[in-house]
């Protein structure tokens, strides 16, 4: 495949809205820290035109995400780091080493299972040959979750820290285990709210959504996409209580909570037929 004129046009752009005196004031002081949100925001907007199967949509999220990748590339060749077409050989680099069964001795072909065993093996090659080259950091990272990236939403890294701490058997065996948990830790939050103290009741809420996220993993449900669709469940039953109050004349701030509640568990009435 050759190259395209529209990535070559998009770099141009880019380097056009970086530009000191003739660029945008905004883009010019933007930095990493600045724009990682927008590239977790852009990430999540992938996601949810996929969820709701919406291909038209995904095509433009996928730009807006690949803008991402390009700003912070630029941001870098600002800084004499590096470029976007270092980050693509690199990413090309990896993958091609990542697979040999694609790219190398085709000894022939493998399950997923095994793709994904092979994937973790040579991994954990790159890792310890990064180590030998910079002894000092590796040390700094050698415990068991030092793996585990700081950088991903909040609800992923819980999933990811039990799930390394599962590997030397600090886990639970059954779910119910875990949801014992989960009722001692509203135990704990009940008792917090009643101290007032407010930096306890945050804490203490962290440990109940930390315990609910394991309880998923157990069950062998993405927490994510469980949340999701009870996102969605929400939006759902919220919008029929908008709707048939609009069809009796009547707005949400004329409403009271008991009629919403009520209008609450008719639209569970109709989702369960």
Not at 31 to 37: L, V, Y
Not at 192 to 215: R, Y
Request: aromatic share 6%; proline share 4%; charged share 30%.
């Amino acid at each position: 495949m050759n190259s395209s004129p529209n990535l070559s046009k998009l770099l141009d752009i880019m380097a056009a809205l970086r530009t000191p005196g003739s660029g945008c004031p905004w883009d010019l002081e933007q930095t990493f820290a600045t724009i990682a949100p927008y590239t977790i925001e852009e990430a999540y907007e992938v996601a949810d035109a996929i969820a709701r199967d919406d291909i038209d949509h995904l095509k433009e999220e996928l730009g807006d995400l690949l803008f991402q990748v390009v700003f912070h590339a630029r941001m870098a060749e600002d800084q004499k780091a590096f470029n976007f077409d270092e980050v693509a050989a690199a990413i090309c680099t990896k993958l091609i080493r990542r697979h040999p069964h694609v790219f190398g001795d085709k000894a022939g072909q493998l399950t997923p299972a095994q793709v994904k065993e092979a994937w973790d093996r040579i991994k954990a090659e790159e890792k310890a040959e990064r180590a030998k080259q910079n002894p000092k950091a590796a040390s700094e990272q050698s415990g068991l979750l030092s793996s585990v990236k700081a950088g991903q939403p909040a609800l992923h890294r819980a999933l990811a820290l039990q799930r390394k701490a599962s590997t030397v058997g600090f886990d639970w065996n059954d779910p119910r285990a875990v949801l014992a948990k989960i009722r001692e830790e509203a135990d704990e939050i009940e008792a917090a709210l009643d101290s007032k103290d407010q930096a306890h009741i945050a804490s203490e809420t962290g440990d109940l959504l930390f315990a609910v996220v394991n309880l998923a993993r157990h069950a062998n449900a993405d927490p994510e996409l469980a949340l999701r669709s009870a996102n969605a469940k929400f939006e759902r039953r919220f919008a029929y209580i908008e709707r048939t109050l609009a069809a009796r004349g009547r707005s949400l701030e004329e409403a009271s909570l008991v009629e919403m509640d009520a209008l609450w568990n008719e639209a569970k009435h109709h989702e369960a037929k």
